[in-house]
């Protein structure tokens, strides 16, 4: 007993057994099934079982306290005879060999009810125990009766989790495989060897799918008992006997095993794997699919659901309390991972045409979380809410990679069985060194945490990152992407609260509590006070304080000038007012954080950029790049409060290169990269390049930009790198506002509501969700292949739209159109209609894909010629009738996404006009987009990139957009300083293009070169309505010379021809060609013979029409120089002074082409 349970401590006092002996066991089980019912699924299912070892018995000698006496009746005309019996219990000491050839076992939720029936069958049979204690679980009594060890060797061990609610089920199932695994259980110790596989069970294509392979896992479960006293003392529990319950005992509950009891339990999670000796190229590996992920979603819901009672409550006398889970018995659970290699695969369906690959090198992790047991008081008798926490988490992958796969072919076209699979292509995305993740949570009851809120939840760093954005790569991750989207959409259609309507309810208050005891009455008090400052506030009319002070004196002295001077000048041209007001970043500079959530870090990252139509390439680099999530106090939105938070991001020595020349006609995005070296990306602290005076002029130096990376400068056969963008730093800010009220219970301080404005130039910020980038000094040096290559990366990969986005958003618009003639309960049936439709559609597609899964079971099983031969036909029917299921399936649920859609729009825009009509919410910033940089040079060169041909130079550049709440819009565009810098030799006019010289006394608010405004109303009838359109300009000088212009059409249209000349007269053949494509735009265009509808008239009108209410372009004064190729032309100027006359329209409906 000893040698066999030898972590169990030895009372130090001799003791007696009633019984003890041991045995040496050995057995052998052919079959050994357990079956539930009639199910056709064995619970546990064990073939060819042999074990062998020694078994003890041993029970200890009852003391007093533990012996209970029991009167036997034996009837007329004896006595009752009293008998003593011991009350401990009989113990087994084991250690046991065993040799199972399959072990399978089976478990779901839809089992629950007939299992919970048995265990109420098993407690007829079995009597409790007559010890007052409360009763022990089943995992403290398996501690206490089993000791010793169980070394297991199974060939397949299975375990099948049932993903229905159907008890005889058969198909749909999840297995969790074993093969050659070795199992060692000890003492709180399990440890298992072998390879796992994880297969998914359904009747579709994607039976017996394999969705995990671990090839040599080693899983070590380690067992930690949270007890009173020693977990393993279990000689000195002694049951008590009703009538022997001790003094002590009679103010508290007697449990006579108060100290070997488990309050919680620690768990320790080990996996970890090792390279196979003969199979080096065997890493583990994880399968998954579109479908399989809906599958594995749907288990997560079966399993995860409660447990309905089975014959429990007052009906049937049975009022014991219910037991404890071992899910909620657990109080921390530590895991450590440690994988050599991995690889992930991704498709999104059986066919395999798109997916992605993730390949990763070392990967260790260790975690901690802890569960915590939350009472719920709100009137309600709940158990305690289980909640899991991350108590901290620190992860490392090594050299991680993701390649993108599609098939050749663009479309999303659906494959039939019988055409061939076309190759697909694999494409490199993304590449990573190392990163590193931390995770750290500071509990407000431990101490130092308020020390630890500037440091931040989560940080992970980034170390050599290397991405590709190609046209390729754009096509999969869209693809993916939308098919992603779809998917999420069509479960939220589909549910019951697609058509809720978006009332608002102005008797309800947005800060709600879930409590309503005693223990709520401070914050209601907080509330009421707020409440209570607000009226008063509101109850002194902001006018009569207006007209009791000095404001009121310069109100009606501005009144009185309002005809005189249209516009009001500041004399105040200090650097201060210069500055342009940010939303975005002060929002993010307040001082009201409380916490940093995220830290992420990319050390010398660079991205690939790759258009369509241009062969060379564009690689952004950075040597550090800092992303900061803040958490910020609630703050006051609409008389709400609700929450905050911030994203401050930071790129530092930001550079871009591209390529010099093309390159050979052969070379793709993923062959012949050239990525930067490290020194290439950082900032080289010994070459200083703030001083003018230190950087080199010449072309090719190290750090300058329109250096050349490779050895080689100018012309060369080899591609090239050049910095067309020096080291640079970049910034954006973005400050989010919460739309839902805040939970006031998690709040430890109320910030007071803000004063309401008693003045019209009173204004305070208000939570406006803002989003501001920021450039601070940009030098740019490109040539006219770079500059092409920009305009294709910005067209085809940054502002790409897919065809099929477009033809959405052309369905929606005319979807949007046909519902403005409808009324809301006219547009709900047609809803609920398309809704049944498309559930119907997915029944149908789930029983062909069953009745698909019998077929080609049945051929699987060698039928007959003939049999055969109808089989075969049978599933290729089956196959084209799954792709038009799906194919309906698709146009349906896209249908059902714009009806939903545009019913939810008119709801909005209903009660955004009911507020409006009753004027209770006041015209509000809802959203800003700020873009601004302070200085920027651009440099045009020659092909080779050496050659200057001319400078620009900006400053003070913003850029604006507001949204506003009634969905208006305003943009605002200024520009600070302007200058076109001639760079061609023996040109006359170097200055091509300068604000004329500002005397000092000029009143030109804050020197602004050029200001356009804008303002948008929201669409009428889906016509665009620009309510005040504003563009002013300076007076400018133009210096002009036709080698120049001609220089400049060369740089910006390579691919025009260089004999044509602007004012060349074109050839028959371009008129008759021209003449083709005006003809037949008009017939495509006339609508004679065509019948439109309404809503096509509508959407058409739409398009087409643009409503200016006001535009207003004053007076420019410019100062025009030109000169012509030869020494003296009639069409020379120089300083000839031309006013452009003050423009301004009222009321004009005009066309793309009018304007």
């Not at 057995?27 to 357990?34: A, D, G, I, Q, V």
């Not at 005319?814 to 003639?821: A, G, N, P, S, V």
């Amino acid at each position: 007993m000893r040698e066999i349970d030898h972590e169990t401590p030895w009372p130090e006092e001799p003791i007696d057994f009633s019984t003890l002996w041991c045995r040496v066991v050995s057995l052998r089980c052919t079959e050994w099934k357990f079956v539930l019912r009639d199910f056709p699924q064995p619970l546990m299912d064990i073939r060819k079982y042999y074990v062998y070892g020694q078994l003890v018995g041993a029970e200890q000698l009852a003391p007093k306290r533990a012996i209970r006496t029991v009167a036997v009746h034996l009837g007329e005309p004896f006595d009752p005879y009293v008998i003593e019996r011991g009350m401990l219990p009989l113990k087994f000491y084991h250690d046991f060999n065993c040799g199972i050839e399959s072990f399978s076992y089976a478990f779901g939720p839809c089992w629950e009810p007939v299992i919970a029936q048995c265990n109420l069958s098993f407690s007829q049979i079995s009597a409790p125990s007559r010890d007052p204690s409360p009763p022990l679980t089943f995992w403290d009594k398996m501690r206490l009766l089993l000791h010793g060890r169980l070394t297991m060797e199974v060939k397949q061990l299975t375990v099948l989790l049932h993903a229905s609610l159907d008890p005889y089920n058969t198909t749909e199932e999840m297995a969790i495989t074993w093969e050659g695994v070795a199992m060692d259980w000890t003492n709180a110790k399990f440890v298992y060897k072998g390879d796992l596989n994880v297969f998914v069970r359904t009747a579709s294509k994607y039976d017996d799918v394999q969705l995990l392979k671990i090839p040599n896992l080693k899983l070590i479960l380690g067992i930690q008992w949270v007890c009173l006293g020693d977990p393993n003392d279990h000689h000195s529990i002694i049951q008590c006997a009703p009538d022997k319950i001790p003094e002590y005992s009679s103010n508290q509950v007697h449990d006579s095993f108060r100290a070997f009891r488990s309050q919680n339990v620690n768990l320790s999670i080990v996996l970890e794997t090792k390279p196979v000796p003969n199979e080096p190229n065997s890493p583990p590996l994880l399968l998954l699919y579109g479908s399989t992920l809906k599958w594995i979603e749907n288990l997560k819901l079966i399993l995860s659901g409660v447990t309905r009672p089975t014959k429990r409550g007052k009906i049937f006398k049975n009022v014991r309390p219910r037991k404890v889970q071992l899910s909620r018995h657990y109080r921390k659970v530590r895991l450590l991972m440690g994988l050599h290699k991995f690889q992930v695969f991704y498709w999104m369906s059986f066919s395999m045409q798109r997916g992605c690959e993730f390949f990763g090198g070392r990967l260790s992790s260790s975690s901690e979380h802890m569960l915590s047991l939350i009472p719920l008081d709100d009137g309600l008798k709940h158990r305690p809410k289980a909640e899991w926490s991350v108590v901290y988490m620190n992860s490392e992958l090594n050299d991680f990679e993701v390649w993108l796969k599609s098939a050749y072919h663009d479309e999303f076209d659906t494959e039939t069985p019988s055409s061939p699979k076309p190759p697909v292509e694999k494409c490199y995305c993304l590449s990573v060194a190392k990163v590193s993740y931390g995770r750290e949570t500071a509990f407000p009851s431990q101490p130092g945490g308020e020390r630890n809120k500037d440091m931040p939840t989560h940080k992970l760093v980034v170390y050599d990152l290397r991405g590709a954005w190609t046209k390729s790569n754009r096509n999969v991750a869209f693809a993916l992407f939308d098919t992603f989207m779809k998917n999420t959409r069509l479960k939220k259609n589909l549910s019951t609260d697609a058509l809720k309507f978006f009332r608002k309810d102005s008797t309800s208050t947005p800060l709600k509590r879930r409590n309503t005891d005693a223990s709520g009455t401070p914050t209601n008090t907080a509330i009421q006070t707020i409440q209570t400052s607000s009226a008063v506030q509101d109850s002194s009319s902001p006018m009569s304080k207006l007209q009791s002070g000095h404001a009121a004196n310069m109100l009606q002295q501005l009144i009185a000038e309002v005809d005189n001077n249209a516009v009001v000048y500041s004399d105040d041209l200090s650097a201060v007012s210069r500055q342009p007001h940010l939303q975005g970043l002060q929002a993010c500079q307040e001082d009201d954080v409380m916490h940093k959530n995220w830290q992420i870090t990319l050390v010398n990252a660079q991205v690939l950029l790759k258009g369509c139509e241009t062969k060379g390439y564009i690689i952004i680099s950075a040597a550090k790049a800092e992303i900061i999530q803040r958490i910020h106090r609630p703050a006051w939105k609409d008389r709400t409060l609700v929450s905050k938070t911030t994203w401050v991001g930071s790129l530092e020595c930001m550079q871009y290169y591209a390529t010099v020349n093309a390159g050979g006609e052969n070379d793709t995005a993923n062959e012949n990269i050239m990525w930067l070296t490290i020194d290439n990306i950082q900032e080289k602290e010994s070459a200083p390049i703030s001083e003018p005076s230190e950087v080199p002029n010449m072309v090719g130096s190290g750090v300058s930009v329109g250096a050349v990376v490779s050895d080689t400068v100018g012309a060369s056969n080899s591609r090239q790198l050049q910095r067309i963008v020096s080291r640079c730093k970049c910034e954006f800010f973005y400050a989010d506002y919460g739309d839902i009220s805040v939970d006031l219970e998690a709040i430890a301080e109320i910030p007071p509501p803000p004063q309401e404005e008693v003045g019209p130039w009173e204004s305070k910020p208000s939570a406006v969700d803002a989003f501001t980038l920021m450039h601070h000094d940009l030098d740019v040096c490109t040539n006219s292949l770079q500059y092409a290559m920009l305009l294709d990366i910005v067209n085809n990969l940054l502002l790409y739209v897919e065809p099929t986005r477009k033809e959405a958003l052309e369905k929606l618009a005319r979807m949007r159109f046909k519902l403005q003639l409808q009324t809301m309960e006219d547009q709900r049936k047609p809803i609920q209609n398309k809704q049944m439709e498309v559930r119907t559609l997915q029944s149908k597609l789930r029983r062909l894909e069953k009745e698909s899964y019998l077929v080609n079971k049945a051929l699987e099983e060698n039928p007959d010629e003939e049999e055969l031969i109808e089989l075969r036909q049978d599933a290729e029917r089956l196959e084209r009738l799954m792709n038009e299921c799906k194919n309906q399936l698709n146009t349906q649920s896209e249908e059902l996404d714009l009806m939903l859609s545009c019913y939810k729009e008119s709801q909005l825009l209903a009660n955004a006009r009911l507020a409006t009509t009753r004027s209770d919410k006041p015209l509000t910033i809802v959203r800003a987009n700020e873009i601004c940089f302070k200085h920027a040079q651009w440099r045009l060169t020659e092909a080779d990139g050496q050659i200057g041909i001319a400078d620009l130079v900006l400053s003070n550049f913003l850029y604006t957009k507001n949204s506003k709440s009634d969905d208006s819009v305003e943009h605002l565009l200024e520009l600070g300083y302007l200058r076109m810098t001639n760079l061609l030799p023996n040109e006359i006019y170097k200055e091509v293009l300068c604000p004329t010289e500002i005397q000092y006394d000029m009143p030109i608010e804050h020197k602004k070169v050029l200001r356009v405004f804008c303002r948008e109303r929201p669409p009428v009838g889906g016509i665009s309505v620009k309510e005040h359109f504003e563009i002013n300009l300076v007076p400018l000088t133009i210096g002009l010379t036709k080698k120049f212009y001609n220089t400049m059409m060369k740089f910006c249209f390579p691919e025009r021809d260089e004999t044509s000349d602007y004012n060349d007269k074109p050839t028959e053949e371009e008129v008759e060609q021209k003449g083709k494509k005006i003809r037949s735009r008009r017939n495509r265009d006339s609508n004679f013979y065509v019948h439109i509808d309404d809503v096509e008239k509508m959407k058409e009108r739409a398009e087409k029409n643009k409503l200016f209410v006001y535009i207003k372009i004053p007076e420019v004064p410019v100062k025009v120089s030109y000169k012509g190729n030869k020494e003296k032309n009639l069409e020379d100027l120089r300083d000839y002074s031309l006013v452009i006359p003050t423009l301004e329209y009222h009321n004009m409906t005009w066309t793309w082409l009018d304007c």
